[in-house]
C-alpha cells in the first residue's frame, strides 16, 4: 500500500478511510496511521497538548479518537495553536473534512472558536459547494454552524446557492436542516426561496420532511410571508389531519397559530369530530382542537359528540370502545366545563359498567376521570 502521502511543508496526508482495523477473520489489517496517531491511541499516560500532533492535524480530525481531542483542546486553545491547527486544514482538506464522519466536527469547531478571519477564510472554501454539502450527510451540519456563525452578507450567499433547489432540499435527509437553520438564524427579507413552497403546501405538510420545514415557517417567518402558505394549508386541512405528518402542521396551528387561522381549523373540523376521532392521525388533532379551542367552539365540538346520529345512536358508546376516539373523549372530559360537564359525565356513567365486565383498557382510563368517580 505504501507509506504516508507527505502534503506541501512535509505536512503527513494520510489517505481517508485507511484506518487501522482488522480484516475478516480477525487478521490485523495493514494499519495507515502515522506513530503518532498510534501512541495517541495507546499511551494514555501522557499528556497531549495540540503542538504534539502538528503535522498531523489532518489525519488526528479524521480519527475518532483525534478529532474529539481537537475539538476540546479548540474550547481553550491559545490564538497561535488555532492558526496552526487552520494552515494545516484550510484550504487543501478543508471539503474533505466537512464530509468526514469525525472530520466535520473539528470544522464546527473552527466556525465556533476560530477568529472572524478563519470564519471567512472557510465560507469561502464552501463557495459553491454548499449544496452538495447541505445534501451530505455529515456536510450538512458544517453549513448549518456556519449558517451561526457568519455575517449576513455570507449567509445571503449561501442562501443564494440553494434557493434554485430548495424543494430537493427540503425533502431531502440532510437539506431539511439546513432549510430549517436558515429559516430560524437568517433574516426572512433574505429568504426568497419561500415563495417557491406556495403551490406545494399540501405535499410539503405531507412529507416526513416537508412537514418540519414548514413548521419553521409558521415559528419563525412574520405574517406577510406565512399568510400565502396559511391561506393553501386550509384548503387540505381535512387531508392533512389524517396524514402521518401532516397532521402535525394542523396541530401547531392550533397550538401557536393566530385566532383566524385556528377557528378556520375548527371549523373544518365540524361536522366530522366523530368520523376523525376515530381515525389514528386526525384523533390527535381532535384532541389538540379541545385543548386550544376558546370556549365557544370547544362546547360545539363537544355538542357534535353528544348528539345522536339520524338513527338515534348516540356516539358516546362507540367512542368509549374505539381505540383512538376514547382518548378524544377522555380531552373532552378534561376540558369540558358548565351544564355541558354534567350532560357528557350522564352519558358516559351508564356504560362503564358494561365495559368493565369485559375489562376494556379504555374504560379503565375514562372512570379514573374525576368527572366520573
Not at 53 to 81: C, M, P, W
Not at 89 to 118: C, R, W
Not at 135 to 162: M, W
Request: charged share 20%; with cysteine; glycine share 8%.
Amino acid at each position: 500500500m505504501g507509506g504516508p502521502i507527505y502534503g506541501p511543508g512535509g505536512v503527513h496526508i494520510y489517505p481517508h478511510g485507511l484506518r487501522a482495523g482488522r480484516r475478516d477473520g480477525g487478521q490485523p489489517a495493514l494499519s495507515m496511521r502515522s506513530p503518532v496517531l498510534d501512541e495517541f491511541r495507546t499511551n494514555k499516560a501522557r499528556k497531549w497538548e495540540l503542538q504534539d500532533i502538528f503535522g498531523y492535524v489532518v489525519e488526528f480530525s479524521g480519527d475518532q479518537h483525534g478529532s474529539r481531542f481537537i475539538q476540546q483542546k479548540l474550547e481553550s486553545a491559545t490564538n497561535e495553536e488555532k492558526q496552526a491547527i487552520f494552515d494545516e486544514i484550510v484550504p487543501a482538506n478543508t471539503l474533505h473534512l466537512m464530509q468526514d464522519v469525525f472530520g466535520n466536527y473539528v470544522i464546527q469547531k473552527l466556525f465556533e472558536y476560530g477568529s472572524p478571519m478563519h470564519k471567512a477564510i472557510l465560507a469561502n472554501t464552501m463557495e459553491g459547494h454548499v449544496l452538495t454539502l447541505s445534501l451530505q450527510l455529515y456536510g450538512c451540519r458544517v453549513v448549518q454552524k456556519a449558517i451561526e456563525y457568519t455575517p449576513p452578507e455570507r449567509q445571503a450567499l449561501f442562501v443564494g446557492e440553494i434557493e434554485s433547489h430548495v424543494l430537493e432540499c427540503v425533502q431531502n435527509a440532510n437539506g431539511n436542516h439546513v432549510i430549517q437553520k436558515m429559516i430560524e438564524r437568517i433574516s426572512p427579507d433574505m429568504l426568497g426561496f419561500i415563495g417557491a413552497f406556495k403551490g406545494h403546501v399540501g405535499e410539503l405538510s405531507m412529507h416526513t420532511y416537508g412537514c418540519r420545514v414548514l413548521q419553521r415557517c409558521l415559528e419563525y417567518l412574520p405574517e406577510d410571508r406565512t399568510r400565502p402558505l396559511l391561506d393553501e394549508l386550509h384548503n387540505h386541512t381535512l387531508t392533512l389531519i389524517q396524514n402521518s405528518f401532516g397532521n402535525y402542521v394542523v396541530q401547531f396551528v392550533l397550538e401557536h397559530g393566530q385566532l383566524h387561522d385556528r377557528n378556520q381549523v375548527l371549523k373544518a373540523l365540524r361536522g366530522h369530530m366523530l368520523a376523525m376521532s376515530r381515525h389514528k392521525f386526525a384523533s390527535n388533532v381532535c384532541e389538540k382542537a379541545l385543548l386550544c379551542a376558546d370556549p365557544d367552539n370547544r362546547r360545539v365540538l363537544i355538542e357534535e359528540l353528544m348528539t345522536p346520529d339520524q338513527e338515534g345512536v348516540n356516539p358516546i358508546v362507540m367512542m368509549m370502545k374505539d381505540q383512538y376516539a376514547n382518548y378524544v373523549l377522555q380531552r373532552a372530559l378534561a376540558v369540558v366545563d358548565g351544564h355541558q360537564k354534567e350532560q357528557l359525565s350522564a352519558l358516559i356513567r351508564p356504560h362503564l359498567l358494561n365495559m368493565r365486565k369485559h375489562s376494556s383498557a379504555y374504560s379503565k382510563h375514562l372512570a379514573a376521570s374525576e368527572c366520573l368517580t
